[in-house]
């Protein structure tokens, strides 16, 4: 619908396991982001990428881990997560990051659980 | 459906009616805001946007109104219909700090059939 894709879409995980989202956008644009949204608080950004690079960091624990291959592939990887993690998580993208290129565009979200 | 958000401000309009969704900013040098729709179980939507050098903003049944005085925006839905019922969140872009999309908590608009 949007463009932008998000798998699974639903997820269970215990603390000790490793497990991967996966972003796609099928957009052409150069930025995407990871987001968490959580029953407590705004849509709280995680991290940015600008023509695959990594622009934004903001304090995530290390537990969450991004990997940008390329500008329409995002993941993030997850090990070790707590259970305050469970959460929605969000991928976007826009065509950039300044002004009025930072129209995003979101994909439908992955719900984590952690158990 | 997917929870956006605990405690929100919730708006319940009839149906046919008009609803205004308020949302105050905090960054004076906030140049663009956009508001987003964000249905059941999907990610947030792109509705409209505006530019800080304007003070209001029309799209099909929707209207931004930009208030830079007193760091306000509504967003307002002509004639609602039940597609209308979701989680509303503005948007502002700052140019500067970490965080250059900041979103507000957002408003549930319930329309009454």
């Known amino acids: 619908e949007t463009g932008v894709t998000q798998t699974p879409r639903h997820l269970v995980m215990g603390m000790t396991n490793k497990k991967s989202l996966k972003c796609e956008q099928h957009l052409g644009h150069n930025a995407m982001y990871w987001y968490k949204q959580s029953a407590k608080k705004p849509l709280e950004l995680m991290f940015v990428y600008n023509f695959k690079e990594q622009t934004e960091n903001n304090s995530v624990p290390s537990r969450f881990s991004p990997e940008c291959p390329n500008s329409s592939h995002l993941f993030l990887h997850l090990h070790t997560l707590q259970p305050e993690d469970s959460a929605l998580y969000l991928c976007?993208?826009?065509?950039?990051?300044?002004?009025?290129?930072?129209?995003?565009?979101f994909g439908p979200g992955t719900r984590l659980t952690v158990t | 459906g997917e929870s956006v958000g605990l405690h929100l401000p919730t708006l319940s309009v009839q149906e046919g009616d008009n609803s205004i969704i308020n949302c105050a900013y905090s960054n004076s040098a906030s140049d663009y805001f956009i508001w987003y729709k964000q249905e059941s179980g999907k990610g947030p939507q792109f509705i409209i946007d505006i530019r800080s050098n304007m003070d209001k903003r029309q799209g099909q049944r929707v209207t931004v109104l930009l208030n830079k005085t007193v760091k306000h925006l509504s967003l307002q839905i002509a004639a609602t219909q039940p597609g209308d019922s979701a989680v509303y969140f503005c948007a502002e872009v700052r140019n500067s700090g970490n965080t250059p999309l900041v979103f507000g908590k957002g408003t549930r608009l319930s329309v009454i059939a």
């Open positions: 976007a993208s826009s065509p950039g990051t300044g002004g009025v290129r930072y129209e995003q565009y």
